[in-house]
C-alpha cells in the first residue's frame, strides 16, 4: 500500500483528509479552472490529466471498500471552467453517465474560506459541496445535504490531476497502446500481474500471465483470481501480441516499458452482439460501438 501525503491523496484516510480540510490555506478559486491539457510520463510512470479533477472517496470508506469487489468501479470527475466572470463547472460519475450542473463562489465558513459548489439542476439542488484547492494539483471536499450554511454532512473526498499508473483509466490506457511496441520473445518471459483499468480505479491483482520460451515457441498461461487456470495460444505480430484461449474473445498486448505492458481482452471485430454505446462503463470499455473489451496493465514479478 502506497503512503498518503500530499502529492497522493487517493491513499489518504477519512482522518487524513479532514485535518487538511480544516488546517491548509484555501487557494484561490482559480485554481480549480481546468485547462483541458493531459500528457503522461512513461519513465515517471505518472499521468498529469488537467481535462477534469478525479476524484477518491477515503481508503477507509465503504465506497473504496466495496468498490474493490464490485464489477462497476465507483469514482467521480469535476470539470471547472470561467466564461464572463462566472466559474461553473459540472460533476459527474467516474464514466460520465450521471452529470450534475455547478456554480462556484468563494465562502467564508468556520472562520475559513473555502469554494462553495452548488448544483443548477432541480434534481440535485439538496446538495452542495465546500471545497479547499489545497495546491495546484490537489483539492480536499465535503459533500453535504441540504443549503448552505446548514446543510447535513455526507462524506469527505478528495480530487487530483496527477496520479501514478497505478490509477490508470482508460484515455491513459489507450494512449499508453498507442505509445506502445509489439514485444519480442525475451521481452515476455517471465510472470506479469495483470489489473484491470477503470475510470475510477485499478481492480486488485485480477490475473497472471506466465510465457515460458519453449525452443520455436512461447507457452502461455493464465490464472484467473488465484483460482482457474489454463493454457493461451500466443502469436507475436509487427504491431503487437495476440492471445487466444477457449472462447471466441483474445489479448492484444503492447510493450510499454520493460516492466510494464497494456493489453485488451476483446471480443472479435466482428461481433454478434455489439456495443450499442462507445465509452466506459465500469471495467467494461466499448470501442467506437463495434466491441467489447477489457483494458488492462501487466507489471512484471520480479522473483
Known sequence: MMQCNEEQPMYCNNKEMEAWFRTKECLPIDTLVNSGKRSIDIEGKK????VSWRGFFPVDHGFS????????ALGFRKQFRKEDGEYTGITTDADGIIRGHNQLREVSYGDRKYILLTYTDLFYRAFY????PASENVLIGKAYLGFFPYGFELLTFAMTRGYGFDYLAPADHRDLYEKG???KASDIEGKWRGQLVSNAALSYSFFVLSFTLNQDRIDGKWKLLGVWEGDSKVELGKDEMKMFDFTNWHDEIRRVT????VGKYCQPDKSILPPPWAGSLGYI?????K??????ILNKIKE
Open 47 to 50: 499521468v498529469f490529466n488537467d
Open 65 to 72: 471498500i466495496s468498490g474493490m469487489f464490485l464489477p462497476l
Open 129 to 132: 459541496d465546500l471545497l479547499l
Open 181 to 183: 511496441t509489439a514485444p
Open 258 to 261: 520493460d516492466d510494464i505492458m
Open 285 to 289: 470499455q466499448a470501442e467506437e460501438g
Open 291 to 296: 466491441r467489447f473489451c477489457l483494458y488492462y
